[in-house]
T-cell receptor
Framework: DTGVSQNPRHKITKRGQNVTFRCDPI?????LYWYRQTLGQGPEFLTY????????KSRLLSDRFSAERPKGSFSTLEIQRTEQGDSAMYLC????FGQGAGELFFGEGSRLTVL | QQQVKQSPQSLIVQKGGISIINCAYE??????FPWYQQFPGKGPALLIA?????SEKKEGRFTISFNKSAKQFSLHIMDSQPGDSATYFC?????????????FGKGTHLIIQP
């Protein structure tokens, strides 16, 4: 099953440290999305790539957050100088251009705990 | 401002019963309404979706009812089974728009009692 893969699945870090998450999308999907989900809430959009181009960023994505998708394949989401409020599940999703914007395939997420 | 409001927050249904989850949206530009199902420790998975040119869509035991004038849509799960126990999210988006058009509700935690 070649679904969306995310690593690491869990990350515990101390406040002020940097963390990086990786997402490997479904191979034929050229669109890749990052969402954040906190307990009791639905996923909130963070950013979106089409191939290697980052096309949209949410206002939720502060300057401490950066995402890349070199060569239009896997993507990384880095959080610098983590804060306790960054504790959440970070979800990656992918889709194929031509599918509806709502037909996303999500990974299992990377859970971040900031102490 | 929450653009998609979902209710109830939690729901307990007996096995074999009908589970009903409601959503209301504010932005009339939304034209695609998916429902996602999420099990603990997993990412959301697309369950069923509807466009506003139809009032109902059925896939197996899952039905979406859509009321464009009221800006409301609902998910009905017929003959609910314990395996349906999960969190359900409604969402709304622009089918021809960008990614940030996908707006989720806060979710409904559904428990099906055997």
């Amino acid at each position: 099953d070649t679904g969306v893969s995310q690593n690491p699945r869990h990350k515990i870090t101390k406040r002020g440290q940097n963390v990086t998450f990786r997402c490997d999308p479904i191979s034929e999907h050229n669109r890749l999305y990052w969402y954040r989900q906190t307990l009791g809430q639905g996923p909130e959009f963070l950013t979106y790539f089409q191939n290697e181009a980052q096309l949209e960023k949410s206002r939720l994505l502060s300057d401490r957050f950066s995402a890349e998708r070199p060569k239009g394949s896997f993507s990384t989401l880095e959080i610098q100088r983590t804060e306790q409020g960054d504790s959440a599940m970070y979800l990656c999703a992918s889709s194929r251009f031509g599918q509806g914007a709502g037909e996303l395939f999500f990974g299992e997420g990377s859970r971040l705990t900031v102490l | 401002q929450q653009q998609v409001k979902q209710s109830p927050q939690s729901l307990i249904v007996q096995k074999g019963g009908i589970s009903i989850i409601n959503c209301a949206y504010e932005n009339t530009a939304f034209d695609y309404f998916p429902w996602y199902q999420q099990f603990p420790g997993k990412g959301p998975a697309l369950l069923i979706a509807i466009r506003p040119d139809v009032s109902e869509k059925k896939e197996g035991r899952f039905t979406i009812s859509f009321n464009k004038s009221a800006k409301q849509f609902s998910l009905h799960i017929m003959d609910s089974q314990p395996g349906d126990s999960a969190t359900y999210f409604c969402a709304a988006t622009y089918s021809g728009g960008g990614a940030d058009g996908l707006t989720f509700g806060k979710g409904t935690h559904l428990i099906i009692q055997p």
